[in-house]
């Protein structure tokens, strides 16, 4: 936890006036019962209403001051706090944002949603109350100690008895509900799974009817939760009645000494005050109870945040400076490369080399799990290969940094994701100072201008959450055209016309390679049709390379090739393509 202490820099001086503020309003706490106990000795006694009148305006002021500094503590406490959440959680967005896909693939995102809000909401918590009570109810336990000392040195051990049993009472519970309040965090992190699950494929459940099974699941795994939480409640539940037994049954005690009224050792007013301290320390015994719970959920919660900070990317951007593009070289060429994901039992791709010469299209084709979109991922470098180089344009991909490999290649990954605001703004992403008119030849390429011309407000259209007010069409060509804004050297297609009827997959092709001159261009499909124009196709089988070569050439060659045309295509369609 001390490691994100670092974040409530710039709050220092809040951080210092908040507890300082807290223990100027117990010193005035602690007074309040000499302040009656000469109301009772006194006034009471002797008959004096002047006196018990302004002693009962002293404790109006004693209370105003207190009043005074709780709010301003509070105030201080509060600003820091949320200062320190905002801090963290803006640091570990950015840090979020530095991690590879293979770091992310391992933590999930689940995960990383629940310690983003969740977590940094519990540790933020226990900064406030940290600030407000780590020095404030020592204090008071202490100071209640000295007074009653003052008072009654005999009594004094009585103080010191109750204040050792409701210790360990606390101690007791918290040393049970701790480890349940962890599993509990934990147990969240499963309901923002299936609850991110159910609503990303909200309409695959209701395709197969599976609402009531996905519905038991959540409930099976949400009535867990509840369980955890419950069986924690009621064993912090115990804390309030055992202790207030301890405190009365003390009070009990400390009325039978009475007789030292008797015997002139005490007055009636010092036996109200002992009372009154007693009193004091159990509150304060109990608010640092509560603390102990918020500081320990906020520990569990601070470990979860510290372990995704503390997760190193295994890619670093280099930061060079911009690495000189050579036209005449190669746009990508693979060299003998192999990747395997972490945690996967076998390959991805094996042995993998080509090259792909400036402004060639080439199509990427093979069946399901065969390496397609692993191979575009590394040239775009979201992953690094095991072995084997990776070049872009007569360099290492790794050479490159991430600013300078983003503007060189441009993907339409498979998924189309769009983003909350306007069509201008989803097309201005690659290239925020895109005019209206590179704007417009981008959607002419991608065949997406004419339904957002159709569109009140045209470019300034509103795009709803992840695009749910466009089809999966109109999605993927805006996907596209975006990619194709900024124009980008290298274009990769990652099945990205799946969602597009023939027509305009073939009108689709046709304007990227008339107007996309001395572009690269990666087509991946499983359709047939949509590489077969390219100039030459790299077939993949089982992450291997099956085939590299133009389509009429592999019909001849390559058997995965051919049983792929022949699965989609007639004999006679084949036969018209040779």
């Not at 004091?280 to 918020?294: E, H, K, M, Y």
């Amino acid at each position: 936890m001390h490691k994100l202490m670092r974040y409530i820099k710039g709050y220092e001086r809040q951080a210092l006036l908040a507890p300082l503020f807290k223990m100027l309003e117990a010193c005035f706490e602690l007074f309040v019962p000499l302040v009656i106990a000469s109301i009772i000795d006194t006034g009471i006694k002797n008959g004096d209403a002047a006196f018990i009148w302004t002693r009962c305006g002293l404790l109006v002021l004693l209370a105003a001051i207190g009043l005074a500094s709780s709010l301003t503590a509070q105030y201080f406490s509060a600003t820091a706090a949320l200062g320190f959440g905002t801090a963290l959680r803006r640091d570990l967005y950015r840090h979020i944002d530095t991690l590879s896909y293979s770091e992310l693939d391992g933590i999930g995102t689940p995960t990383l949603v629940t310690r983003m809000t969740s977590d940094i909401n519990q540790v933020q918590n226990g900064v406030n109350l940290t600030l407000r009570l780590l020095l404030r109810s020592p204090f008071i336990v202490i100071g209640a100690l000295i007074m009653a000392f003052s008072i009654s040195p005999k009594l004094t051990l009585l103080f010191l008895g109750v204040t050792v049993a409701v210790s360990l009472i606390i101690w007791a519970i918290m040393r049970i509900t701790v480890p349940i309040y962890h599993e509990a965090q934990n147990g969240l992190d499963r309901v923002t799974l299936l609850t991110r699950e159910n609503y990303v494929g909200a309409r695959v459940v209701r395709a197969f009817a599976r609402q009531a099974d996905e519905l038991a699941a959540f409930v099976e795994t949400n009535d867990h939760l509840k369980s955890l939480q419950f069986a924690a409640g009621r064993i912090s539940a115990l804390m309030n009645p055992l202790t207030y037994l301890v405190v009365n049954l003390a009070v009990v005690a400390l009325l039978r000494g009475g007789m030292e009224v008797d015997a002139g050792a005490l007055t009636q007013g010092e036996v109200i005050a002992l009372i009154n301290y007693m009193s004091q320390i159990l509150l304060s015994l109990l608010r640092l109870a509560d603390l102990v719970v918020s500081v320990t959920r906020a520990l569990a919660s601070g470990m979860r945040v510290n372990e995704i900070l503390n997760t190193r990317t295994t890619m670093e951007d280099p930061g060079t400076a911009p690495l000189a593009v050579d036209g005449a070289a190669e746009a990508v060429r693979f060299e003998h490369v192999d990747f395997t994901y972490h945690g996967a039992g076998a390959p991805s791709l094996t042995d993998i080399s080509f090259a792909a010469g400036c402004g060639e299209t080439i199509g990427v084709i093979g069946g399901t799990g065969s390496g397609k979109s692993t191979l575009i991922d590394l040239i775009c470098r979201f992953y690094d290969a095991d072995r084997g180089t990776v070049t872009l344009f007569g360099h290492d991909v790794k050479q490159y940094s991430f600013a300078q490999l983003r503007s060189l290649v441009g993907i339409v990954p498979q998924q189309a994701v769009l983003f909350t605001g306007t069509i201008r703004d989803n097309m201005q992403w690659a290239a925020p100072n895109a005019t209206d008119a590179q704007i417009w030849e981008a959607l002419e390429i991608a065949q997406a201008a004419d339904f957002v011309r159709s569109k009140p407000g045209m470019l300034d259209a509103p795009v709803e959450t992840a695009g749910r007010n466009f089809s999966g069409g109109q999605r993927q060509r805006l996907t596209i055209a975006r990619a194709l804004v900024p124009k980008p050297k290298i274009l990769i297609l990652d099945d990205s016309a799946s969602a597009l009827d023939f027509a305009t997959d073939a009108a689709l092709r046709k304007a990227i390679k008339e107007k996309t001159q001395g572009m690269t261009v990666f087509i991946v499909s499983q359709r047939a049709a949509s590489v077969q124009r390219a100039d030459h196709i790299l077939v993949l089988d089982d992450g291997t390379l099956a085939g590299d070569a133009p389509h009429a050439a592999l019909l001849q060659s390559c058997e995965v090739y051919k049983e792929i045309c022949l699965s989609q295509l007639s004999k006679e369609e084949v036969a018209k393509t040779l």
